[in-house]
């Protein structure tokens, strides 16, 4: 029989720590250092823009109890990165020790980072806690992603993990920062909220302290008629930050909506701040 001590010992802790730099055109990756579950995989050349497509792979499959996986990446300036990962990050059940993942991320001056990672998804009676921290620097750009899964809903799982926590802190290079924090425990008074009713939920972030107002203006505008083009199956709301640029929030009943609204957000701000295409993603 296993002891509760060996339980929580189960799991592991991993590091990934990503360096990048501005070489001409095309930004490279310098200095990486890599401890499993993290597996490095070198940066993918999508297009012309000199971008560094970054695929985060953890081929355990998903998280368990007593996890710590970290990721640093630093952005020197100028240079563009976009992470993702290949696949659903999948948080498996846990007796009593929480998954935890923190993610750093340093955006130099006048670079651009692009987060979209695929949703989390919590199997029943897991527990996730998770910190997203970034500082960007003076006219760099960042664009996080966020979305989170009620869990598996072809198994009967909605909204049937333990607990999951979720930080987000995004601070720009005036000190002016932008914080957001929830709990979510669906056994507890009150469980979800209003989310109950939905599958998904979704934050995104972008900031910029050089863009001018009435780009964002434009921008914000564009991003609620996406919105409210799916009644029904998206709500969600578009507003300004506590620092230069646009949040929104965002719930959807099913992943192809959840998807095509990424696209479409995603699409929209490439267009006004780069007048880049959105780029046809490997996954592998």
């Known amino acids: 029989m296993i002891s509760s001590r060996q339980i929580e010992s189960i799991g592991r802790v991993g590091e990934l720590v990503l360096d990048y730099s501005r070489h001409g055109r095309e930004t490279v990756l310098s200095e990486f250092q890599s401890r499993s579950p993290w597996h490095l995989f070198p940066p ?22 007593g996890d710590q996986l970290s990721l640093r990446a630093r952005l020197g300036p100028q240079a563009h990165v976009l992470f993702s990962t290949p696949s659903a990050n999948r948080i498996y ?28 998804i919590p199997f029943a009676g897991s527990r996730f806690c998770q910190r997203i921290r970034a500082e960007v620097g003076s006219g760099a750009t960042l664009l996080l992603w966020d979305a989170i899964a009620s869990g598996r809903m072809a198994r009967g799982e909605r909204w049937a993990f333990a607990s999951l926590d979720n930080e987000i802190r995004i601070t720009t290079a005036s000190g002016r920062s932008v914080l957001e924090r929830y709990h979510l425990n669906p056994t507890e008074r009150g469980g979800v909220g209003l989310a109950t009713a939905w599958d998904y939920i979704a934050t995104l972030y972008l900031v910029n302290d050089t863009v001018n107002a009435e780009v964002w203006k ?29 949040a929104v929030k965002l719930v959807a009943s099913s992943a192809p909506d959840l998807n095509a609204i990424l696209e479409a957000m995603w699409g929209a701000i490439r267009a006004h701040l780069w007048r880049l295409p959105v780029p046809d993603l490997r996954r592998y």
């Open 93 to 120: 059940r846990s007796v009593s020790e929480p998954s935890i993942q923190s993610v750093d991320l340093i955006v130099g001056p006048g670079a651009i980072g692009e987060w979209l990672p695929e949703v989390t």
């Open 44 to 65: 993918i050349t999508l297009d012309d823009t000199g971008c560094a497509y970054t695929l985060l792979l953890n081929p355990s499959g998903g998280l368990v109890g």
């Open 218 to 246: 434009r921008l914000a505008e564009q991003l609620a008629a996406i919105l409210e083009a799916r009644p029904g199956s998206v709500l969600g709301g578009v507003s300004q930050p506590a620092v230069p640029g646009l």
